[in-house]
Nanobody
Framework: QVQLVESGGGLVQAGGSLRLSCEAS????????VAWFRQAPGKEREFAAG?????????YYGDSVKGRFTISRDGAKNTVYLQMNSLNSEDTAVYYC????????????????????WGQGTQVTVSS
């Protein structure tokens, strides 16, 4: 079992920044990948960013956030961060942290079906 707790969401003006945190606990040694997904009202869940714990923290991003968001990991704290810059109204969504302990995401973690643990989500609202 892996538990994920997100924090750091809130209200921010367009052009501003936020940093989300995802703290993992439990059987963290079994984690392959941690990713951030987001879901806006009336839309499907969208991949934002992923970091591969088994591939030297290799990172990858969704097209809509590339160049603006940065995912990173503090191994000592078992915490993954999502630094979000240049936010706009289209970034408004509930952001979810997800972890894969099965290895399905070893080569590609862009699909939510690859993850078996999810956090409760944190709301990010960008005002224009």
């Amino acid at each position: 079992q892996v538990q994920l707790v997100e924090s750091g969401g809130g209200l921010v003006q367009a052009g501003g920044s936020l940093r989300l945190s995802c703290e993992a606990s439990g059987r963290t040694f079994s984690v392959y990948t941690v990713a951030w997904f987001r879901q806006a009202p009336g839309k499907e869940r969208e991949f934002a960013a992923g970091i591969s714990w088994r591939r030297r923290d290799a990172t990858y991003y969704g097209d809509s956030v590339k160049g603006r968001f940065t995912i990173s990991r503090d191994g000592a704290k078992n915490t993954v961060y999502l630094q979000m810059n240049s936010l706009n109204s289209e970034d408004t969504a509930v952001y979810y942290c997800a972890a894969d302990t099965t290895g399905r995401t070893y080569y590609s973690g862009r699909y939510d079906s690859g993850y078996d643990y999810w956090g409760q989500g944190t709301q990010v609202t960008v005002s224009s």
